[in-house]
């Protein structure tokens, strides 16, 4: 089992997107995550109780800006700051 790095600030820590994660931005910079629905469970749901194979998730503006500026090397300060340059007080 894979342990998980501690952290004395989560500040500190820096996020990384799920690369199994598809995702598409529209012309307004609105991001929608493609989440596929894997496993036995959700193939049983699928086939039982008509459950989608992918659901979409349609991010608002604030979440759009923050999953394009995850790069895997910023930590939670650096896109905490990018984001108050984007938004101000918004």
């Known amino acids: 089992m894979k342990k998980n790095k501690k952290f004395d600030n989560f500040l500190d820590a820096v ?4 690369p199994e994660i598809n995702f598409t931005k529209d012309d307004n910079g609105i991001v929608t995550l493609e989440i596929e629905n894997k496993g036995l469970m959700n193939r ?7 459950k989608p ?3 979409y998730i349609h ?3 604030l979440g759009s800006f923050v999953w ?7 930590d939670i300060t650096a ?3 990018k984001v108050e340059e984007h938004f101000g007080d918004k």
């Open 59 to 61: 991010m608002e503006e």
């Open 15 to 18: 996020p990384v997107k799920n």
């Open 68 to 74: 394009q500026i995850i790069d895997g090397e910023s």
């Open 79 to 81: 896109l905490g700051k």
């Open 53 to 55: 194979k992918i659901t």
């Open 44 to 50: 049983v749901f699928q086939k039982l109780l008509k």
